[in-house]
């Protein structure tokens, strides 16, 4: 069973960082592209970033450009988003999905003073 | 960007009755391999994602065979051929030929 599970949601102050990690299991984690997808409370969904089996790609929507960086561990089975400089329209519910087929429950960020 | 738009956003639907969600895309989603990656996701209240539909028409793993999707280019239909209690949600047509990938405004379906 394909499971993805986020962590590292929290409280931020503008202008402040957060780490978000997605532990991933029961697939081959290493062969599958992966991707980070947000939604704000009460919104629709956004595709946030991608990033190919081995990060060697990796795409950002233009919002986020220059202040988020998503990379993977595939030795870990690990999916992160480092966030950077962060904005009071960053807060939003983070999934991690795999290859837009399934997706986990999610962890919370709010960016707020 | 490519702009996904869904009609209708809002959808009452009584129990036992079709139902069918139009999504349209500014351009083609078609890809240079020949397939259009367009899916359909279902967000049950307080759940995350669930994808329905990948490549238009192709059910996902597990998901019932009253749902069906079609189309092709920019037009594309998702239906539910009776609509049963567990359906109430969002539904999202996506499209991940073009980047960024890109997601419908969803369709708030309902029970009357």
């Known amino acids: 069973e394909v499971q993805l599970v986020e962590s590292g949601g929290g409280l931020v102050q503008p202008g402040g960082s957060l780490r978000l990690s997605c532990v991933a299991s029961g697939f081959t984690f290493s062969s599958y592209w992966m991707n980070w997808v947000r939604q704000a409370p009460g919104k629709g969904l956004e595709w946030v970033a991608n990033i190919n089996e081995d990060g060697s790609a990796k795409y950002y929507v233009d919002s986020v450009k220059g202040r988020f960086t998503i990379s993977r561990d595939n030795a870990k089975n690990s999916l992160f988003l480092q966030m950077n400089s962060l904005r009071a329209e960053d807060t939003a519910m983070y999934y991690c999905?795999?290859?837009?087929?399934?997706w986990g429950q999610g962890t919370l960020v709010t960016v707020s003073s | 960007d490519v702009v996904m738009t869904q009609s209708p956003l809002s959808l009452p639907v009584t129990l036992g009755q079709p139902a069918s969600i139009s999504c349209r895309s500014s351009?083609?989603?078609?890809?240079?391999?020949?397939?259009?990656?367009l899916n359909w996701l279902q967000q049950r209240p307080g759940q995350s994602p669930r994808r329905l539909i990948y490549k238009v028409s192709n059910r996902g793993s597990g998901v019932p065979d009253r749902f069906s999707g079609s189309g092709s280019g920019t037009d594309f239909t998702l239906k539910i051929s009776r609509v049963e209690a567990e359906d109430v949600g969002v539904y999202y047509c996506m499209q991940h030929t073009h980047w960024p990938h890109t997601f419908g405004p969803g369709t708030k379906l309902e029970i009357k």
């Open positions: 351009q083609s989603l078609v890809y240079s391999d020949g397939n259009t990656y």
């Open positions: 999905g795999r290859s837009g087929d399934y």
